[in-house]
């Protein structure tokens, strides 16, 4: 049993940053990786970065690519997102998500963070 304690998010401009910070707790040992996640209004829950525990490789969606950080900590049980340069298309609802095993989809699903960005 894993549990996803999320913290983070808010009101930004354009340019501006923000951390997000995803923190998972209970039984960590079998997770392979973390990830973020995010969703606006009327469509599907796409994926933004992603990081493996034990490894630290990573992994980004095209949008965010050169702008977005992801790390870990806490031997991997902690995973962070740094999101710089921020743009209003980036405005969404955050997820923190876990994968099991290297071939095991997305699975454990933190609250949601809202993140807005303004013009």
């Known amino acids: 049993q894993v549990q996803l304690a999320v913290s983070g998010g808010g009101s930004v401009q354009a340019g501006g940053s923000l951390r997000l910070s995803c923190a998972a707790s209970g039984r960590t040992l079998n997770i392979y990786a973390m990830g973020w996640f995010r969703q606006v209004t009327g469509k599907e829950r796409e994926f933004v970065a992603g990081i493996v525990r034990g490894a630290g490789s990573t992994n980004y969606a095209d949008s965010v690519k050169g702008r977005f950080t992801i790390s870990r900590d806490n031997y991997g049980n902690n995973v962070h997102l740094q999101m710089s340069s921020l743009k209003p298309e980036d405005t969404a609802v955050y997820y923190c998500?876990?994968?099991?095993?290297?071939?095991?989809?997305?699975?454990?699903w933190g609250q949601g963070t809202q993140v807005t960005v303004s013009s």
């Open positions: 998500s876990v994968k099991v095993t290297k071939a095991s989809s997305w699975s454990e």
